[in-house]
């Protein structure tokens, strides 16, 4: 005996979702049924519309609905610092911050022997021609994540685009503010005595 | 700033799933952008389909896509038996066994008077006025869950059927087999020496 077929199928497509199981994926399944008409059909649409409306910004990368994205479209943004970030989701981050008024770019992956990801697989060659275009851009601030490979991200971009003049800078590492001492690891513990700063 | 449109209203769809927060939200919304076009397309269609086409058989309450169930439609089953579960989900589990050949009857929960359900709330009604019109069956076999609520569920449900004169039994509860006695809790232990069979 198995699942009549609807939900048969509705189950083979949560567990395509990352980290969805068997188990949560027939949860999920059952909860649907349980779930307003309304919300499982805005639920439908959601997903053919943001595969078909969601489109990568052709100058910074970022997720947009409409190309250029909003940033790269602000002319009263500050033309002369690009952030680069591994993820749409770092922009968001930072945006929350409400202190960086520049421009992004969004890599979409870092390099990544490991996984056979090299220069080519992620958006480091439209950073390149998009510096040599745009003479405005006077620092690159590289803010891949702080692991080893978003370390090594940082150094290849720091090597191809300090030659043509311009600065480039990394987030500071350190403690997290309102962390203890006592739980910090020895990496970040390292780096924030090597990058101590005079009060 | 925010998420594009079509995205963040995925990311709401995705956070009206059960145990799915804000960042497992977006985690899932961009993946999905990722996914084949194909896939999203036929998780879209499962959503509406399995919402529109799965129903509950009138007879015994289990989900079905043509009432009464393929299960209730089948003459061939034993049709003097019914096991008495409180999901669907437990239907396919005690399928899976290839051993029991009779009728299901689904509950659509417990008795569970700290959430406010009563005999009202759940499927019981349905099992009396079946147990009534259908004297072929001869046997009720509780199998709610072995917890406080699906225990009571059992005791109410065997108090209202023994009456009528049907045999009411419940599945034995001791050790699962496989299981080390050294981890096993204190009830099942307990189930488990009451339960004794002689040799």
């Known amino acids: 005996m198995q699942y009549p077929e609807p939900i048969a199928r509705l189950i083979d497509s949560y567990m395509k979702l990352p980290g969805i199981g068997s188990k949560t994926a027939e949860r999920l399944a059952f909860y649907t049924l349980d779930m307003d008409n309304d919300d499982v059909t805005a639920f439908s649409q959601a997903l053919v519309a943001a595969k078909r409306d969601i489109h990568y910004c052709s100058i910074c990368g970022n997720i947009t609905a409409s190309d250029p994205c909003a940033v790269c479209r602000d002319k009263t943004r500050d033309q002369d610092q690009v952030i680069v970030v591994e993820q749409p989701k770092d922009v968001m981050a930072l945006e929350k911050m409400n202190e960086y008024h520049g421009l992004y770019h969004v890599l979409h992956g870092v390099l990544s022997p490991i996984d056979g990801k090299g220069p080519e697989d992620i958006n480091i060659r439209s950073l390149v021609t998009r510096l040599q275009q745009n003479e405005q851009i006077k620092e690159v601030i590289l803010a891949t994540n702080a692991t080893p490979e978003g370390e090594a991200t940082a150094m290849y971009i720091a090597r191809l685009v300090k030659p043509a003049g311009i600065k480039v800078t990394r987030l500071a590492h350190g403690l997290a503010v309102g ?11 390292f780096k924030a005595l090597e990058g101590r700063q005079e009060l």
């Open 179 to 189: 962390s203890d001492i006592e739980y910090a690891d020895e990496m970040t513990l």
